[in-house]
């Protein structure tokens, strides 16, 4: 059974970082896609990025380009979002979510979710 386990969120002042970990567990390819959504309340998820960890590639949305950078670490089966320069508009809910490759930015492509990670941005 897949589990994905998110960490990292929390309290941030404009313009600073963090970094959201999504520690993952039984998957049985060795290759696959983990996206990033995030998700204001009442709102439609929002897909901001995502890694096909079969061919490397990565993919972000217009709205975090620049800011935010995805990676994985196989070793410790976690795919990392590293957040800079954190504005207001980013504070939403952020999950994590696993699916066979390619990547999307549709959320009903992905079967596995995360529990989300609350990001508070003060200004």
């Known amino acids: 059974q897949v589990q994905l386990v998110e960490s990292g969120g929390g309290l941030v002042q404009a313009g600073g970082s963090l970094t959201l970990s999504c520690r993952h567990s039984g998957f049985i390819y060795s290759s696959y896609a983990i996206a990033w959504f995030r998700q204001a309340s009442g709102n439609q998820r929002e897909g901001i990025s995502c890694?096909?960890?079969?061919?490397?590639?990565?993919y972000y949305a217009d709205s975090v380009k620049g800011r935010f950078t995805i990676s994985n670490d196989n070793a410790k089966n976690t795919v990392n979002l590293q957040m800079n320069n954190l504005q207001k508009v980013d504070t939403v809910t952020y999950y994590c979510?696993?699916?066979?490759?390619?990547?999307?930015?549709?959320?009903?492509?992905?079967?596995?979710w995360g529990q989300g990670t609350q990001v508070t941005v003060s200004s």
């Open positions: 979510a696993q699916d066979d490759i390619p990547c999307s930015d549709d959320e009903s492509y992905f079967d596995s």
């Open positions: 890694i096909d960890t079969g061919n490397g590639k990565v």
